[in-house]
């Protein structure tokens, strides 16, 4: 991937450097192997750095340390402070940089020197999507895993992408004001901000109106939380109470809320608490949140497990639908079926779909779906963690897997006594994704196909898609 090369003014790049210390000067050394964890002029230092970390941290060695610095790049070098040690490896914070990289770029949020949500946007998109590619193909080559072809990146928008995400809301006492924003980085606190530029846009997502709002309320330390879920066919805004709002705040969200309607996507307010949820505006009962996958409208509920860049959605289940190659009477399986953002397109191809999910709420409103669509797909509650869980099911020809963080080493162990001919694995993690695949391929599968996809621009999380056919027991099998 190319680079612009656009080498930015070093006073520039001293405004983008994360949490600048008040004061200190040079390149002091002397103090480099003090462990004490306090900052001072003593213990400033001056870097190169040559790698970045998984989750974008600059990487610099000197000698025998290691040192990890949150905001510099590959190329560069910075002065540094130091923060402490810890398991064997220097943390330190930006002090500014002295040579930037021609990768470098502004961040495009007035928040992010605070706010723990994004931690690559002082990298050019090119420089993020590099770096993303660049991890996979490192864990991939760690665990031994050969790829036959590397595929372009699947990318969308950089900013304002985001159709789900939940802000913290906390009242502080002493200053008799709510905080509201995205936790800050490394820490429980959070970080006040106006408008997040990863979003979905809308007026009402204005944060300052809303801090102005809830800390004029009877309740205003009853709130915890707002999530912000955008479906396509309304906006709705989640508050999480830890004790009931009045009648008067509840009228007061309401009217806030109505301000913001003209015009606009249509807009629901939730409270939310352990147990249940209330819409309270609109007044009559709020639409079915959807939004559409390859034509086709899935409903959503707000606890929905929901990809959250609808761009890059569409385009990754068309490419696990193309690589997949489903004929009519396939039985497909789709593992971690959420509520069906795979499996109902899949069920369009294929006479027999099989969507297997651990939250009963999300199975149900699978299975009602298709009915009503007249799709042909059974959707199954089970634990795919839990060994034994797919036995009672038909010989699959081809299996789709888009499992949480942790992965899905149980799930393989099936797949591999069953000798599955085609798997699309969809990861977030590829940590666990590389050690999946290195079960698999021992086994006798090979990686035909990998590509990323970039969910999130703007951070270090990347999202990969594999096919995996079976070849043969290889030379370890
Ligand atoms: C990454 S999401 C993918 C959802 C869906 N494929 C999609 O694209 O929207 C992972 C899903 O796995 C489900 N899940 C997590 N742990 C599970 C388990 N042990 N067994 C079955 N499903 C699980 C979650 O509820 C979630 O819906």
Redesign the pocket.
Known sequence: MAHPRKRRSAAAVRRTAKRPAAKGQGTLHSAAQNSAAQTSESQCLTLEIDNLTSDAQGVARRGRDVYFVPGALPGETVEVLLDGRRKKVWQTRLRQVLTPSDQRRDAGCPHYRQCGGCDMQHMSSEAQLEAKQQRSQREFQRQGIAVEQWLEPIVGEPWHYRRKARLGVRFSKAEQRNYIGFREAASSHISDIDHCPVLVQHPVLDWAAWRELISGLQGRDAISQIEVIAADNALALVLRQLKPLSAQDQQQLCDFVARYQQDAQPLQLWLKDEHHSQCIFPQHPPAPLWHEVQGLRLNMALD????VNARV?QAMVAQALAWLQVTENDCIW??????G??SMPLARLSQQVLA????PD?VASIQRQAEKLALPLLAKQ?????AGCLQALPEPQAVLL???R?GAAQVCEELIRRQVPRIVY?S?DVATLARDLASLTAAGYTVVKAGIMDMFPQTHHVETMVLLQYKSKNRHG
Do not use: T
């Open positions: 929905d497990f929901i990809q959605n789709d593992l971690f079926a959420g509520h953002n795979f297997v999910e651990v939250q999300m089970a634990d795919l963690s839990e888009d499992p949480p942790a969809v977030c």
